[in-house]
């Protein structure tokens, strides 16, 4: 299973952008995908999860409100809008599929993951 992550980039404080992540063997239609991060010296951490339909999404506190999590299982693919980018945002985005219908911020409950992403937010 490949999961290809894409999106990232430069961006000035409040600026968007949006991350996509394509599951290769169509195993995340049935199961929860998320959103991690890890910014340089820190240990990664949870951003965001969704369940298999879409219907039920998490997200850390530090980026409710800012950002958005949805999916799209006709393309095997997730995404993360992000909105209102402030320079504590820097960081590898992973997205990755869990073997379950849902999940949350849990690293462990998660089966494959992709090769990240940089995301920079300048100030």
């Known amino acids: 299973v490949q999961l290809q992550a894409s999106g990232g980039g430069l961006v000035q404080a409040g600026g968007s952008l949006r991350l996509s992540c394509t599951e290769s063997?169509?195993?995340?239609?049935?199961?929860?995908m998320g959103w991690f991060r890890q910014a340089p010296g820190k240990e990664r951490e949870f951003v965001a999860a969704?369940?298999?339909?879409?219907?039920?999404?998490n997200y850390a506190d530090s980026v409710k409100g800012r950002f958005t999590i949805s999916r799209d299982n006709a393309k095997n693919t997730v995404y993360l809008q992000m909105n209102s980018l402030n320079p504590e945002d820097t960081a590898v985005y992973y997205c990755?599929?869990?073997?379950?219908?849902?999940?949350?911020?849990?690293?462990?409950?998660?089966?494959?993951w992709g090769q990240g992403t940089l995301v920079t937010v300048s100030s």
């Open positions: 969704i369940s298999w339909r879409g219907g039920t999404q």
């Open positions: 990755a599929v869990a073997l379950r219908p849902y999940s949350g911020a849990d690293p462990g409950s998660y089966k494959y």
């Open positions: 063997r169509r195993i995340s239609s049935n199961n929860a």
